[in-house]
């Protein structure tokens, strides 16, 4: 089967982010053709992302076996025979017409929040997209994906704490631009812990309150921040949010689930936290796969990468025989009961 | 630049991992082919991972160009001019021939460890690589990759808690086979530590003690477990490590080093957590990026991957409208300072 | 000077905990009466704080100089002239009455909340002490003495993070009896988080909503459990409170303030855990007294009751003599650089 | 019965802290007198202790029906006719001879640690002892006190792990003055964990090996800091213990047990962190005793301090009201489900 050829519109941070992510750490796809209305921009972020992993400057052969190309229309992106399917990272203003284009064209697209900036067209995309009978797009509501808010979500479909009666959330960044006014706090920032709510809950929202608290002084845009939203599912369930996007602090993000026979917490850097049962706790992997999965995932990545380039870039033979040697020592303790020296080599006399 | 063909030797529990992980995660390769003494494991392991990931049966294409040849010998898999590199997960004893003939070769290999089962043939390879003038062996000491040992090396190394004296170390597994006996803690488990020892300190190991205290009686095969060593590195620091493969509980590793002016441990779930000048704690993340960057690798290669078979797999064209409807109420309810109802259509109504 | 001598009225489950605590473990005071509908329940307790700690059966004398007598009627107890000082620990609607008799016997009194049951009554009582011109009451709002409240009142009252902004309480219980019913979730346990919020903010709540989700399906009398309320200070900073009666788990109460410059979080078991500057964590105690001094109070005054009865309680002098010989062998050690057997007398020659 | 009247011997650090607790928080005792070389500092803690808790100069009445006399020979304190018990606080070397002179007296006695500076000497304490027929002497081996450490050795006696195979200790100070050479390390740092895995191991330690590794360049006394320690016990079981007394950062006390089935760690804040049957975590409380049992102490001693000097130290009759006037509200709001304001008097218009 073919790599899914990849094009990406809009390459600020996050657009930026998943290109380099398609090229260094996806498998199975390669990125074909960016566009963004900052051409310089997308012209070196091609050009560095056509050189491999890790090289700074060369000349020669790009990553993948063309180079990427720059379109300057988005819409000539989304039509181009080259571009298998789309990743929309554009402004939220001009979703609405190239989501559209996207399913004109009967391209797949993962489009990131928000889907557009109103409701109405929201619901037009919706029902362009059902009128073509197949569905074509993603929103990039990429909480449903991460392990934690993964495992609480599992946790909580389980049963075994019973009904989930409160959720608790809390979503801070460091600190915002000063373009990031008192809407888009909504529309940007708690719209993350409203799909949250929904897919946790499995439950539409019925009602919302944002509340407004004397804001922090230390944002200039007199924007309302910290938010504190409550929303209220259909079901009776409440959901409150505290968003505050001028933390100062750094970025936190936390869900906290209460249910009938206990709660759940993920953010707090140790996976999901439980309590149950006069029980706080977490659950101790089974083998190195859960501790250490991502770092055989990076020494593999990081192999592949060094070997393409024709390096090494990670432990030597000679540290698989230094290590040899004090196990050969180490054995002899346990048998004799008394330290041993190490006998090996000097790396100098080998190495040269 | 070509994607690098990889061979693998060897898919027990650790080779079959790097040939998911090949063929799922990793950027820039792909799984060529496999060998393994059992035949039948290392047919039905080449044949999952041609289907694209997710389909259980399928009878068409396989994943990249072509599917994954399984070959009888390893050192035939070695020879073989369609691979490009090889990982050698096969055990341990039959690393020192697999490994020559990698070099004999000039093939790139990434060898988990022990690089051979005793001092003598470690050297031998050491030096057969030398002779080829040029570094194509990498030892799979996967710890040097982990984020959290990474960060730790790091802040060591910046100087910042002065010079570092005692590392301590826990390695602790749930359970292992009855095969798994006092020597192979030794060489299998402890030789972890002993290539963290070596990383962290930048040192040599000079004498080893290896304490057995009296064993726990949840081993059948009179195995020495736990055993707690202690290595005194060349410059007179200091690292102990408990080993202890039949724990019960699961698997868990940690390492605290204890320097001048503060401490750091890794493998507590925190990443690095350190006490320094009166205070304990970690760092948080500027950005989304270190919170969610795992989040979104999956994302993406989730939806590339349900893409390739024509799907969606992720919150669809509907959960982004619903959350457009929740922040339009969220907006107003923030403007007129009271709860807002969330109107909607009905989703029977719209998707039929 | 003498010791304050103390009177209880209500000898429940708070009441009974006061009574041992002042006879245990404070120090300058003596239980002299207790008062209580119970007859039998009071007869009991008096009997059994009589007796020294940790004697289970004995006929003489009682702790302090005197016996502690059980007083039929509690406003005969406020009026007692052996009785210094009264600790109210009745039901909330029997608190007025015997507030207004100890402020009419110029008796000191510390009443645990409600104050009483309701604003007017409440308020009455403000009045009368006024008129007497000096504070005689003193309500059991204990938070404000717990070390971690302590702690974050301090740091918040510092301005080291700015202005604070919100506060996220959690109050949860096991399980409450069936005569615990929704309105009293707000009187009796939502009350300690308005005392919380109102001292943490220094500030009068100007607006309340209690939001009664979908209830736990786990309480049988239909109370509205849990509850979440909103408070509005009058500076227009907001907390919120989960009062949560039948969580199941346990014991849990939690108060996270979030500021201007970062947040600080108490009842995680670590202190106050505090995020600012791109740093989460706590302070290292400087030295033995914050870690132990608990231990050296629980040490002294086991030793003391212990002594009292003529006995020890807590390590010997064999222990003592141990620990030398094996700190002479350690020595030793130390100075060869080698292990060192430790030399010890048996125990059963010297001690018979 | 009467107070034990209390003698104390040495009011350095650790002799003034005891006395504090004696008069300050202990029920049933008194402190009668003080001894110290350094005449002027037992006055000046004898007489700052007869003064009420919270006053700071006061002519007057004492705290107990005395005032703390001060003796200049400890030995007189001792034979004190008005002397119960003592509490030996004095340099380690003048241990011995106060002890024999407690047992001659016949005086209960609470000795700090070591019991002397010697095997010889403590065996001859130890025979003295026994020679009366009656134990008198306590060693202050406080850590058996600790609730943390009294928790472990509860749960590893329960059995519920297994058999106890190791015991990781950690034990580090900030400094210590430069007269705190490597031998204090061993008898006066180490002598606690050297009494914490006798006890907890309830066995005794057979032979002992103390490395120094390269010491910290942070000590200008040349003593070998941090030490690392192997206690081999009798069983076969092992104790390992890092003293690291010029830490710099604080006081840090750690001891994690690893059992057969599981194991256990104090010391990290968060009371016994267990790991077993694939689960770590540790135990909500029942109820709020466990939780703010410390706080309830402190309220009632400081309302019973402040009492006793006419004051009030706490939440006022006006706390009270403001409480009661929320909480009606609140009940209000949730029967009506809407915000509701808080109706008040002004403080100003009722208290003047």
Same mark, same amino acid.
């Given at each position: 089967?073919?790599?899914?050829r %990849?094009?990406?519109i809009?390459?600020?941070?996050?657009?930026?982010d998943?290109?380099?992510r398609?090229? $260094?750490r996806?498998?199975?796809?390669?990125?074909?053709?960016?566009?963004d &209305?900052?051409l310089p921009r997308?012209?070196?972020?091609?050009e560095?992302l +056509?050189r491999?992993a890790g090289?700074?400057?060369?000349?020669g052969?790009?990553n993948?076996s063309g180079? %990427?190309?720059?379109?300057?229309?988005?819409?000539?992106? %989304?039509?181009?025979?080259?571009?298998?399917?789309?990743?929309?990272?554009s402004?939220?203003?001009a979703?609405?017409?190239?989501?559209?284009?996207?399913?004109?064209?009967?391209k &797949?697209?993962?489009?990131?929040?928000?889907?557009?900036?109103d409701?109405?067209?929201?619901l037009?995309?919706?029902?362009?997209?059902?009128k073509l009978?197949?569905?074509?797009?993603?929103?990039?509501?990429m909480? $449903?994906?991460?392990?934690?808010?993964?495992?609480?979500k599992?946790?909580l479909?389980?049963g075994e704490?019973?009904?989930?009666l409160?959720?608790?959330?809390?979503?801070r960044n460091?600190?915002v631009?000063d373009?990031f006014?008192?809407?888009m706090i909504?529309?940007?920032?708690?719209?993350?812990?409203?799909?949250?709510a929904?897919?946790?809950?499995?439950d539409?929202?019925?009602?919302?309150?944002?509340?407004?608290p004397?804001?922090t002084?230390?944002?200039?845009?007199?924007?309302?921040?910290?938010?504190?939203?409550?929303?209220?599912?259909?079901?009776?369930? %409440?959901?409150d949010?505290?968003v505050f996007?001028?933390f100062? =602090?750094g970025y936190?993000?936390r869900?906290?689930?209460v249910?009938?026979?206990?709660?759940?917490?993920?953010g707090?850097g140790?996976d =999901?936290?439980?309590? $149950?049962?006069?029980?706080?706790?977490?659950?101790?992997?089974?083998?190195?796969?859960?501790?250490?999965?991502?770092?055989y995932?990076?020494?593999?990545? $990081?192999?592949?990468d060094?070997?393409?380039r024709g390096?090494i870039?990670?432990? +030597?033979a000679?540290?698989?025989y230094?290590a040899?040697a004090?196990?050969?020592?180490?054995?002899?303790?346990l048998?004799e009961?008394?330290?041993?020296?190490v006998e090996?080599?000097?790396?100098?006399?080998?190495?040269?």
């Amino acid at each position: 089967m073919q790599d899914l050829r %990849i094009g990406i519109i809009g390459v600020g941070v996050m657009g930026a982010d998943h290109a380099e992510r398609v090229v $260094r750490r996806i498998s199975g796809a390669r990125l074909v053709a960016v566009s963004d &209305p900052d051409l310089p921009r997308a012209n070196a972020l091609a050009e560095s992302l +056509s050189r491999p992993a890790g090289i700074a400057e060369q000349t020669g052969a790009a990553n993948g076996s063309g180079a %990427i190309r720059v379109i300057g229309d988005p819409l000539d992106l %989304i039509a181009d025979a080259q571009v298998d399917a789309v990743i929309i990272a554009s402004p939220g203003f001009a979703h609405a017409e190239q989501l559209m284009a996207c399913l004109e064209h009967a391209k &797949p697209v993962l489009c990131e929040k928000p889907l557009t900036m109103d409701t109405e067209s929201s619901l037009r995309v919706v029902e362009a997209e059902h009128k073509l009978g197949k569905q074509l797009i993603q929103v990039g509501f990429m909480r $449903r994906f991460d392990p934690e808010y993964a495992a609480l979500k599992e946790l909580l479909d389980s049963g075994e704490l019973g009904r989930t009666l409160l959720l608790h959330n809390v979503h801070r960044n460091k600190t915002v631009p000063d373009t990031f006014r008192s809407e888009m706090i909504v529309r940007d920032s708690l719209v993350h812990e409203v799909d949250v709510a929904r897919w946790l809950f499995d439950d539409e929202i019925a009602k919302i309150t944002v509340h407004a608290p004397k804001p922090t002084g230390l944002v200039a845009n007199g924007a309302l921040d910290p938010q504190f939203a409550i929303l209220e599912m259909a079901s009776g369930a %409440i959901a409150d949010v505290e968003v505050f996007v001028n933390f100062q =602090v750094g970025y936190e993000v936390r869900c906290e689930a209460v249910a009938e026979k206990g709660s759940a917490t993920i953010g707090l850097g140790v996976d =999901v936290l439980t309590k $149950r049962a006069g029980q706080w706790g977490g659950v101790v992997p089974e083998d190195y796969r859960a501790r250490f999965g991502t770092a055989y995932d990076i020494e593999v990545q $990081r192999w592949v990468d060094a070997t393409r380039r024709g390096e090494i870039d990670g432990p +030597s033979a000679w540290d698989g025989y230094a290590a040899a040697a004090v196990c050969t020592a180490g054995i002899q303790s346990l048998q004799e009961g008394r330290p041993v020296e190490v006998e090996m080599a000097r790396k100098s006399e080998v190495l040269g």
